[in-house]
């Protein structure tokens, strides 16, 4: 019965370092999603997969930013060469069908990057 | 490109005020979800929307979602220090992805 788990929860980077956030989703959901959240502000798209098929990726800031989801359930959001302005809090959330927009999506508690 | 303007952005009142939050967009999105957030956690979703006039309780809170489907509110009668927190709308956009407002960000003060 475990929600979305995300993982670290806190990371400090130094600029120029590559970073990997993981995503666990509820078992058996089929859509991911990463979203973005700045301090003060509401989270922003970055991509989606259904299953292990990544069908958006609008969202992602740069070429530096990449997702995937190689078995359609775990889930990893790479930073390369980290930035200051990368820092923020990096949720991801799940939901149980596809494209729907009803289908409510279950929120981690998100990671918390610094880049220094 | 889908917008939400959410207002006020900070609210600070007192328990037992009541108080409103508005979305409002140019756009027509098919659902309209709130969502709260309390810091170090993901966003809770409270309720969804999908048409247009519809209106919602939730106990102490009531949704509205406007008959054009282009804006929404959030009112809480008799707000409580509980209630505090961050509001979110989000509209519900291609693929599923949520479109979110800037946030409200509520104090409420014993």
């Known amino acids: 019965g475990a929600g979305v788990s995300q993982s670290p929860r806190y990371k400090v980077a130094k600029r120029g370092q590559d970073v990997a956030l993981r995503c666990d989703p509820i078992s058996g959901h089929v859509s991911l999603f990463w979203y973005q959240q700045a301090l003060g502000q509401g989270p922003e798209f970055l991509t989606y997969?259904?299953?292990?098929?990544?069908?958006?990726k609008s969202g992602l800031p740069s070429d530096r930013f990449f997702a995937e989801r190689p078995e359609g359930s775990v889930s990893t959001l790479k930073i390369q060469r980290t930035q200051q302005e990368d820092s923020a809090v990096y949720l991801c959330?799940?939901?149980?069908?596809?494209?729907?927009?009803?289908?409510?999506?279950?929120f981690g508690p998100g990671t918390r990057l610094t880049v220094l | 490109t889908q917008l939400l303007e959410q207002s006020p952005q900070f609210l600070s009142i007192q328990e037992g005020e009541n108080l409103t939050v508005y979305c409002n967009s140019s756009s027509v999105f098919s659902s309209l979800q709130w969502y709260r957030q309390e810091p170090g956690e993901g966003p809770v979703l409270l309720v969804t929307?999908?048409?247009?006039?519809e209106v919602k309780k939730l106990k102490r809170l009531t949704f509205q979602f406007g008959d054009a489907r282009k804006d929404s509110s959030l009112h809480i009668t008799a707000a409580q220090p509980g209630d505090t927190g961050l509001y979110l709308c989000a509209g519900g956009s291609w693929g599923g992805k949520l479109i979110f407002g800037q946030g409200t960000e509520l104090s409420v003060k014993p």
């Open positions: 929307v999908v048409t247009g006039g």
């Open positions: 959330a799940s939901s149980l069908a596809g494209t729907s927009d009803y289908n409510e999506q279950f």
């Open positions: 997969f259904q299953n292990e098929a990544q069908l958006d």
